[in-house]
C-alpha cells in the first residue's frame, strides 16, 4: 500500500524557514520522481518543486525559485523541502507527490500518488 506521510509543517514568521519532510512507502521511490505542490484556501493547486530518481533534474515554481530547495534520499525514502525567507503568500498547505517510474514534471496531473499535506502559515 503506497504512503507518502508528510511532516514539518506549521507556524512560521515571515523570513523565517521551515523544512517540510515526506515519508515514502509502498512503490519504488528511487524510480519515482518526487515533486511538492501547495493550495491556499480558495486557489488552485500550484507546483512547488519537483525533483527526478537521482536528483539530477530539479524545477522549481516562479513564486519560490531562490528560496526553497527540494532533495531526496533515497536510502531513506524521503524527500524534503526547505524552504527559507518565507513570504505570507506561502500560506497554503502542502502536498508531496510521487510519479512511480516517471520523469520530473511540473505537471500535477501526471503524479499517481499524493500525500494528505502538511500545513504551513506564515504570519506577517
Known amino acids: 500500500q503506497v504512503h507518502l506521510v508528510e511532516s514539518g509543517g506549521g507556524l512560521a514568521q515571515a523570513g523565517g524557514s521551515l523544512r517540510l519532510s515526506c515519508a515514502a512507502s509502498?512503490?519504488?521511490?528511487?524510480?519515482?520522481?518526487m515533486g511538492w505542490f501547495r493550495q491556499a484556501p480558495g486557489k488552485e493547486r500550484e507546483f512547488v518543486a519537483t525533483?527526478?530518481?537521482?536528483?539530477?533534474?530539479?524545477y522549481y515554481g516562479d513564486s519560490v525559485n531562490g528560496r526553497f530547495f527540494i532533495s531526496r534520499d533515497n536510502a531513506q525514502n524521503t524527500v524534503s523541502l526547505q524552504m527559507n525567507w518565507l513570504k505570507p503568500e506561502d500560506t497554503a498547505v502542502y502536498y508531496c507527490?510521487?510519479?512511480?517510474?516517471?520523469?520530473?514534471?511540473?505537471?500535477?496531473?501526471?503524479?499517481?500518488?499524493w500525500g494528505q499535506g502538511t500545513q504551513v502559515t506564515v504570519s506577517s
Open positions: 525533483i527526478g530518481w537521482g536528483g539530477g533534474t530539479i
Open positions: 507527490a510521487a510519479i512511480e517510474f516517471g520523469r520530473a514534471t511540473r505537471d500535477a496531473q501526471q503524479y499517481t500518488h
Open positions: 509502498g512503490f519504488t521511490f528511487s524510480r519515482s520522481a
